[in-house]
Structure formats: C-alpha cells, structure tokens
C-alpha cells in the first residue's frame, strides 16, 4: 500500500477516466467533522487556519453546503492538485494503471481520514495538524486515534506500506503501523555542495514516485532503486528508508 498526503488546492475539472465512484470508509466521521466546522464564521475559521478571510470564507460556504457540493469531479484522485498529484499525474495513467492505482493507493485526510483514489469528496480544507476541538477529541490525531491505520491494514494486499505522505500526515498513524513493514523514502538536493531536502523538490518527487511505484507494480523494496524521475539517483537503503539525490 502506498500513503499520500491531501493537497490544498483543488480543481473542478471533469475527468473522462473510468472510475467507478466509491464512498469514504469514514463518511459517517467527515460529516460529522463538518458538521462541527460549518458553526464556524469567517473570522473563526481565518484564524484557526491561519488563511486570508477569502479562503475562509470559501471554506465556510463548502462546509455549509456539505453532502451537495457544486461539482463536476467528485472523485477524490481528480480533485486534489498539489505539486505532488501534478506528478502522479492520475489523469494520464491508462486504465490498467488506473484500477491497480485504486487498490494499492490511499490518501490521507483531515476530514476524511483515508481515502480512495475512487471516493467521492466534498471539497475542503482541513490540515491533520489542525489545534481544534473536536467533540471530545483535543485535535484531529486524538480524533482519529487508530482508527485510519486499522483501516489501511484491512484494504492492504501484502505486509509493506509505502509512506510517501508528509510527517504531520503520516503522524497520524505512526503509531499503530504494527505488523507493517514501514518504506520510508528520502529525496535530497544537492546545493552548495551540500544534501539538503528542498520542500517543493521532495514534493514532486514523492508523486513521481508513487507513479513509479504504480506503473512498475512494486510491492516490495526490489527495483526501487531504479527510479530516476527528476534527475533523481539511487544513494541508499538504510534503516528501510531509501535515499535518492539530485544536483
């Protein structure tokens, strides 16, 4: 299985790839996450955020018009538009690639706590590292407790998990991998002599990874030391974390 993060922005652009639309394993939570939010103003969820008040206020109207947003792509994989779904690039995958895509990758969210490429999604933001009562819960980790990881290991053919998702994402199931086998991956830039991660970099090389790993039907470490997307080398496998630089 392979984890991603969300990204913030998102498209409305319809896509013609066959995907039959599914429903989140926690609709049941999002709504009820939403539900909450939607009691929130403009002001309220500016400074929660930490968002300009026309990002906000976008925000407020999405959650008050949850479970009927105006959309033509509902589709979690179509919607979501970061740098490292730019370089997954979903929408050029054949259809083959599309259906192991489906099974073998799941994206990590603050709402909705996994998702499926194929899952139906109401437009949001939402960071897992929101400081926010939540009912009982005294954030977003609290919230979901083991519950994402229990998840992940159902829907998870074999025993490796490739975490190509950030550390505030994955922290929400660190905890409770067990007994999965965590793939770490490392991407460096080479700058002033020195190796260093350059955020946006990394970024696009987790996507182009997780394309690599879906178009060449990885499911354990042999061959990822092949990859080479963005002038990216092979240096390491160390304490099951690869390690690959760029100049």
Same mark, same amino acid.
């Given at each position: 299985?392979?984890?991603?993060?969300?990204?913030?922005?998102?498209?409305?652009?319809?896509?013609?790839?066959?995907?039959?639309?599914?429903?989140?394993?926690?609709?049941?939570?999002?709504?009820?996450?939403?539900?909450?939010?939607?009691?929130?103003?403009?002001?309220?969820?500016?400074?929660?955020?930490?968002?300009?008040?026309?990002?906000?206020?976008?925000?407020?109207?999405?959650?008050?018009?949850?479970?009927?947003?105006?959309?033509?792509?509902?589709?979690?994989?179509?919607?979501?538009?970061?740098?490292?779904?730019?370089?997954?690039?979903?929408?050029?995958?054949?259809?083959?690639?599309?259906?192991?895509?489906?099974?073998?990758?799941?994206?990590?969210? &603050?709402?909705?706590?996994?998702?499926?490429?194929?899952?139906?999604?109401?437009?949001?933001?939402?960071?897992?590292?929101?400081?926010?009562?939540?009912?009982?819960?005294?954030?977003?980790?609290?919230?979901?407790?083991?519950?994402?990881?229990?998840?992940?290991?159902?829907?998870?053919?074999?025993?490796?998990?490739?975490?190509?998702?950030?550390?505030?994402?994955?922290?929400?199931?660190?905890?409770?991998?067990?007994?999965?086998?965590?793939?770490?991956?490392?991407?460096?830039?080479?700058?002033?002599?020195?190796?260093?991660?350059? &955020?946006?970099?990394?970024?696009?090389?987790?996507?182009?990874?997780?394309?690599?790993?879906?178009?060449?039907?990885?499911?354990?470490?042999?061959?990822?030391?092949?990859?080479?997307?963005?002038?990216?080398?092979?240096?390491?496998?160390?304490?099951?974390?690869?390690?690959?630089?760029?100049?």
């Amino acid at each position: 299985m392979i984890v991603i993060s969300p990204a913030k922005r998102l498209s409305n652009k319809a896509c013609e790839i066959i995907l039959n639309a599914t429903t989140p394993a926690f609709d049941e939570e999002a709504n009820l996450l939403a539900k909450q939010l939607e009691k929130l103003n403009v002001s309220d969820l500016a400074n929660l955020m930490g968002v300009s008040d026309s990002i906000a206020e976008l925000n407020v109207e999405r959650f008050k018009s949850w479970g009927n947003p105006k959309k033509e792509e509902k589709r979690a994989i179509f919607q979501f538009e970061g740098d490292v779904f730019k370089h997954l690039d979903a929408r050029n995958l054949d259809n083959d690639d599309i259906a192991y895509m489906n099974q073998r990758l799941r994206i990590l969210s &603050g709402i909705y706590g996994l998702l499926r490429p194929s899952d139906e999604m109401n437009p949001y933001r939402l960071e897992m590292g929101t400081k926010h009562n939540f009912g009982n819960s005294k954030n977003l980790y609290d919230f979901w407790g083991d519950k994402i990881a229990n998840q992940i290991k159902l829907e998870t053919k074999g025993s490796i998990l490739f975490n190509l998702a950030s550390e505030e994402y994955f922290s929400s199931i660190k905890k409770y991998t067990e007994p999965l086998k965590v793939i770490d991956f490392k991407f460096l830039s080479v700058s002033g002599g020195k190796e260093r991660v350059v &955020g946006v970099i990394a970024k696009r090389a987790r996507g182009e990874m997780a394309r690599f790993l879906i178009e060449n039907r990885i499911e354990n470490t042999k061959g990822i030391e092949n990859f080479s997307s963005m002038g990216f080398k092979f240096k390491e496998f160390e304490n099951n974390t690869f390690t690959f630089v760029t100049s």
